[in-house]
């Protein structure tokens, strides 16, 4: 593995420096309604997952891939380790997980900005363990099949310094309305860490397209607006459109995920309206052409507002060219007192791919990371 270290994000020249840095103290935390939320169990037989010793090596050896049911409760979900099932030829050929909306959308609702004019997504420099250490991919299979979205390692207030969580987006763990959760869903931090071309993937060792390992979520937790009307196209749900993860080694040396990349990002909730901030970026691996998924990029700018409903939250909106597989990806931005943290995710973004939105992380957002950080806190 290489080597824990201090991370930096290299930002445009007219902004200052995103200094992301491994920290032991977490964001305020503040009392939040933890009721906006749907969570992930393990284990239901209703659904045809494993309840017994012999359903989970059924499971293991293949029996995740009957999709007749799908599992649509919290007590339903289930996402055991299967072992060497994300290799990297497997990882190098999943699908983007695109959430797209008309081209025109957002220009008529009154509250919108004008759309930004599109910014190419710029490479981030290798290693990315020492430039975005906090940043992965998330991959997941679907009845469709494989697919990717990315991540972001974010600080657990109930372990400082040695977090399990992960950020992305709600649409990568849970189909929304027309489905239920998705399977095998792992994430792993500074893939293909040198940027190898896709040419070179699925031969490549595991230690240079995983160097930190593969990390299987045993928990995850979204929003219930987003489990009751989210959908792949059209925007719907995306003002919800977020979710946790609490993750596991797939082979454990002992130490958290913060203590393994060390870094983790505070998650900055009910932060200030888009005309407060002066730079923002959004970080992620986007999978669809023109980009195939492989090497990381960033988008930094001033962003913008974007409204789907007048009766929803106002999201996020920045210029960017990053295609589907950036979902999930964090959005990072400094506090006031000078530290970066995550203020969103990438969501949705038109067919044209010339922008990217994403929700503002209000008190729905705040008790979902509250209730996944309280279920682990004593583990």
């Given at each position: 593995m290489p080597p824990i270290r201090r991370s930096g994000l290299a930002a445009a020249a007219?902004?200052?420096?995103?200094?992301?840095?491994?920290?032991?103290?977490?964001?305020?935390?503040?009392?939040?309604?933890?009721?906006?939320?749907?969570?992930?169990?393990?284990?239901?037989?209703?659904?045809?997952?494993?309840?017994s010793l012999h359903d989970l090596q059924k499971w293991k050896q293949g029996d995740w891939k009957k999709w007749d049911h799908w599992a649509h409760q919290a007590a339903e979900f289930i996402n055991p380790v299967i072992k060497d099932l994300w290799k990297p030829?497997?990882?190098?050929?999943?699908?983007?997980?695109?959430?797209?909306?008309?081209?025109?959308?957002?220009?008529?609702?009154?509250?919108?900005?004008?759309?930004?004019?599109?910014?190419?997504?710029?490479?981030?420099?290798?290693?990315?363990?020492?430039?975005?250490?906090?940043?992965g991919k998330v991959f997941f299979d679907t009845p469709q099949g494989s697919f990717v979205c990315s991540g972001t390692v974010v600080e657990d207030p109930a372990h400082p310094g040695k977090s399990n969580l992960v950020w992305t987006a709600g649409h990568c763990v849970h189909a929304g309305a027309k489905g239920g959760w998705y399977r095998n869903i792992a994430f792993v931090p500074s893939y293909n860490d040198q940027a190898l071309p896709a040419s070179q993937i699925s031969g490549a060792p595991q230690s240079e397209v995983a160097p930190y390992g593969v990390w299987w979520a045993d928990w995850a937790q979204t929003s219930s607006q987003w489990i009751s009307t989210g959908s792949e196209t059209g925007g719907y749900g995306s003002p919800y459109d977020f979710s946790i993860l609490h993750v596991k080694p797939e082979n454990s040396s002992g130490k958290s995920l913060q203590e393994t990349v060390g870094a983790a990002l505070p998650v900055w909730f009910n932060a200030p309206a888009v005309n407060?901030?002066?730079?923002?970026?959004?970080?992620?691996?986007?999978?669809?052409?023109?980009?195939?998924?492989?090497?990381m990029f960033d988008c930094i700018g001033k962003p913008g507002r974007l409204s789907l409903d007048p009766g929803m939250p106002t999201e996020y909106r920045l210029g960017c060219t990053m295609t589907g597989g950036s979902s999930g990806g964090g959005w990072f931005a400094k506090m006031p007192n000078g530290k970066v943290a995550l203020v969103s995710n990438t969501s949705i973004g038109?067919?044209?791919?010339?922008?990217?939105?994403?929700?503002?992380?209000?008190?729905?957002?705040?008790?979902?990371?509250?209730?996944?950080?309280?279920?682990?806190?004593?583990?």
């Open positions: 007219v902004t200052a420096v995103l200094a992301l840095s491994a920290t032991a103290c977490g964001p305020n935390d503040p009392t939040a309604d933890s009721k906006p939320s749907a969570t992930a169990a393990q284990g239901s037989q209703s659904t045809g997952a494993p309840g030829s497997r990882m190098s050929q999943a699908k983007d997980s695109p959430n797209q909306v008309p081209t025109s959308i957002g220009q008529d609702q009154g509250v919108s900005d004008p759309a930004p004019a599109p910014k190419t997504a710029e490479s981030v420099q290798t290693p990315y363990h020492n430039n975005a250490a906090p940043v407060q901030f002066t730079s923002v970026g959004a970080w992620g691996y986007p999978a669809a052409p023109p980009y195939d998924g492989q090497k038109p067919a044209d791919n010339t922008w990217l939105a994403g929700p503002h992380l209000g008190p729905e957002a705040q008790g979902v990371y509250q209730s996944i950080s309280q279920k682990f806190a004593n583990q």
